[in-house]
């Protein structure tokens, strides 16, 4: 019976009652220490654990310093595929796709090298224009222009006047510069209709002939560069004109306008909808306004400009390197006319290409490739003659178009 009535003692503190038998402070003490075990036991693993994240956090830093650092100096074909285009053709990067061009038509490739629209045509002498993931071919003194995208056919246009310039939206609106003897015309027209919606006239006399001109990304903005001569010297014109409710309310949609004595401006260049950047023989403008563009920068330039790459955010003017050792020298400005890189290179390039992973110049046998930082990461021979470079999503992984393949490289 002395054992049964232990077991039901047991039980009758297991279930939180008091043992007659045993005092309160036995209990106390065993608390404490118990206690203190835990406390022990809680802080050893807090240690442990942040020992741990230490050292993956020494880890990861290292390994980002090396990845920063890193120079790749090869490369590896991973996915190779085989295209067939004519000779003498012409390819560019449309978005990710292959756009591809010549006197008799024009077709659009993706990455694996099949064919996703393609479109025949006659020109003689054919130019291309873009804007984002459209493209607009037209024929230099003719008067036929075509618009498509990376999806397909967004319509043509026909003119009345040989076709001097023109260029493109992304929504597929086509300014052109069309000749008609005494008078330059410049009209605007919906390529998925063929119809022409504004015009207005420029004369010699008057604003100037134009030499460059360029469209904002939803259409609705035109600026004209001009030149004349007057008093026996050159003087060019900068014209803005608003196609939009706004511009109705002005003379020929004419909303603002600026003149530079003693220049040419044969660039001038919609970053986005309401930014503009031109280019003259001896400086660099910037305009902001999605209304009424007013100058917001003019820097004078003293060195001669080789080349002028841009894309919807930056703007790359390539000058000799005479003062340094290596032959060029490429300056990169933002959208708001802050210079963010500069970078000295010998390769005699064909292209020169700003994106996310880096600043890519290349010709057909050989590359170099810069971070955003300026740092060399890579510096190669490609083995076979490049027609095109394809940027990827980062450094090391690119697509290189040959004449027979298309290649997904990854740099080593």
């Given at each position: 019976?002395?054992?049964?009535?232990?077991?039901?003692?047991?039980?009758?503190?297991?279930?939180?009652?008091?043992?007659?038998?045993?005092?309160?402070?036995?209990?106390?003490?065993?608390?404490?220490?118990?206690?203190?075990?835990?406390?022990?036991?809680?802080?050893v693993k807090l240690y442990?654990?942040?020992?741990?994240?230490?050292?993956?956090?020494?880890?990861?830093?290292?390994?980002?310093?090396?990845?920063?650092?890193?120079?790749?100096?090869?490369?590896?074909?991973?996915?190779?595929?085989?295209?067939?285009?004519?000779?003498?053709?012409?390819?560019?990067?449309?978005?990710?796709?292959?756009?591809?061009?010549?006197?008799?038509?024009?077709?659009?490739?993706?990455?694996?090298?099949?064919?996703?629209?393609?479109?025949?045509?006659?020109?003689?002498?054919?130019?291309?224009?873009t804007s984002g993931k459209?493209?607009?071919?037209?024929?230099?003194?003719?008067?036929?222009?075509?618009?498509?995208?990376?999806?397909?056919?967004?319509?043509?246009?026909?003119?009345?006047?040989?076709?001097?310039?023109?260029?493109?939206?992304?929504?597929?609106?086509?300014?052109?510069?069309?000749?008609?003897?005494?008078?330059?015309?410049?009209?605007?027209?919906?390529?998925?209709?063929?119809?022409?919606?504004?015009?207005?006239?420029?004369?010699?006399?008057?604003?100037?002939?134009?030499?460059?001109?360029?469209?904002?990304?939803?259409?609705?903005?035109?600026?004209?560069?001009?030149?004349?001569?007057?008093?026996?010297?050159?003087?060019?014109?900068?014209?803005?004109?608003?196609?939009?409710?706004?511009?109705?309310?002005?003379?020929?949609?004419?909303?603002?306008?600026?003149?530079?004595?003693?220049?040419?401006?044969?660039?001038?260049?919609?970053?986005?909808?309401?930014?503009?950047?031109?280019?003259?023989?001896?400086?660099?403008?910037?305009?902001?306004?999605?209304?009424?563009?007013?100058?917001?920068?003019?820097?004078?330039?003293?060195?001669?400009?080789?080349?002028?790459?841009?894309?919807?955010?930056?703007?790359?003017?390539?000058?000799?390197?005479?003062?340094?050792?290596?032959?060029?020298?490429?300056?990169?400005?933002?959208?708001?006319?802050?210079?963010?890189?500069?970078?000295?290179?010998?390769?005699?390039?064909?292209?020169?290409?700003?994106?996310?992973?880096?600043?890519?110049?290349?010709?057909?046998?050989?590359?170099?490739?810069?971070?955003?930082?300026?740092?060399?990461?890579?510096?190669?021979?490609?083995?076979?003659?490049?027609?095109?470079?394809?940027?990827?999503?980062?450094?090391?992984?690119?697509?290189?178009?040959?004449?027979?393949?298309?290649?997904?490289?990854?740099?080593?």
């Open positions: 019976m002395a054992e049964i009535k232990d077991f039901n003692r047991n039980q009758y503190l297991l279930k939180g009652g008091k043992d007659n038998n045993n005092n309160d402070k036995g209990n106390d003490s065993e608390k404490k220490s118990m206690d203190s075990v835990l406390a022990r036991y809680r802080q442990s654990v942040l020992t741990i994240l230490a050292l993956a956090a020494v880890v990861v830093v290292a390994s980002y310093i090396n990845y920063k650092n890193k120079l790749y100096i090869d490369y590896e074909v991973i996915q190779q595929s085989e295209w067939v285009r004519a000779s003498e053709s012409k390819s560019i990067n449309l978005s990710g796709a292959l756009f591809t061009y010549s006197n008799d038509g024009m077709n659009c490739t993706d990455l694996k090298g099949k064919t996703i629209w393609n479109q025949t045509y006659e020109m003689q002498n054919p130019e291309i224009r459209t493209v607009a071919v037209g024929d230099y003194n003719g008067r036929k222009i075509y618009v498509a995208n990376t999806q397909g056919m967004i319509g043509s246009v026909e003119t009345t006047m040989p076709i001097r310039d023109f260029c493109v939206s992304s929504n597929g609106v086509v300014a052109a510069v069309l000749d008609d003897s005494t008078v330059t015309w410049v009209y605007l027209y919906n390529a998925a209709t063929g119809e022409a919606f504004a015009d207005f006239k420029t004369r010699m006399s008057n604003s100037g002939y134009p030499i460059a001109i360029g469209i904002s990304n939803d259409g609705s903005l035109v600026a004209v560069s001009y030149i004349k001569v007057e008093k026996g010297k050159m003087v060019s014109n900068i014209g803005f004109y608003n196609f939009s409710a706004v511009g109705q309310n002005y003379t020929d949609n004419f909303v603002s306008g600026y003149v530079y004595p003693e220049a040419v401006i044969p660039i001038v260049n919609f970053m986005g909808s309401d930014t503009v950047f031109a280019v003259a023989d001896n400086r660099r403008m910037f305009f902001k306004g999605r209304q009424k563009p007013e100058s917001v920068s003019e820097t004078m330039i003293s060195e001669e400009i080789q080349s002028v790459f841009y894309n919807q955010d930056y703007v790359g003017l390539v000058f000799y390197n005479t003062a340094a050792e290596t032959m060029y020298r490429i300056e990169i400005y933002d959208t708001n006319d802050k210079k963010v890189s500069e970078i000295a290179f010998d390769l005699e390039y064909k292209d020169i290409i700003f994106d996310t992973s880096g600043i890519i110049i290349y010709n057909d046998s050989e590359c170099l490739i810069y971070d955003w930082n300026d740092r060399l990461k890579y510096h190669g021979i490609f083995e076979e003659r490049v027609i095109c470079f394809i940027p990827g999503r980062d450094i090391s992984r690119h697509t290189i178009v040959t004449e027979d393949s298309i290649q997904t490289i990854q740099l080593q």
